[in-house]
């Protein structure tokens, strides 16, 4: 009986360890936090406001920040900064979300998108990566923090 308790423990160490160990391996932490549905959620934001950029909807890709931050939101400048470009210089091509993280609280969010971009007017083809921050308004949701995503 004892030598089947000390297997039993060993095996739940094991898996518990398997378990960690493939988390890391995936990029997190080990411990996923946040619901699948908040992912799913930001992750779906992330691919539209994507989108927008990509159809140089400016206005609407604006209306996935807080009420205040639309007003003040200028997302030319913020495709310069993340691009290094001028927008009607850049021709978005393909983009997928390459990592969804949730913090502990369940309340911040932050999206790594890979990019496929050409520079028109070099006629040049670049890979880069962004990351947009998002956090859970109780009255808006999932919101696009302008100040983190502009950096």
Known sequence: ????????ILLA?????????????????????GSSADRGQISQLSLKFMEDLRFKDFQHAASYHSSEDRKKVNIPQLIEQWFAVKPETLDIMRYEIQKVDIDSTGKRGRVKVKTVVKILNMNEIKEPEIMLYFFKDPAEGWIMELESSLH
């Open 13 to 33: 160490g094991l898996a518990v360890g398997v378990f960690i160990v493939a988390g890391r391996v995936r990029g997190g932490d080990g411990v996923d936090t």
């Open 1 to 8: 009986m004892r030598k089947i308790l000390v297997l039993f």
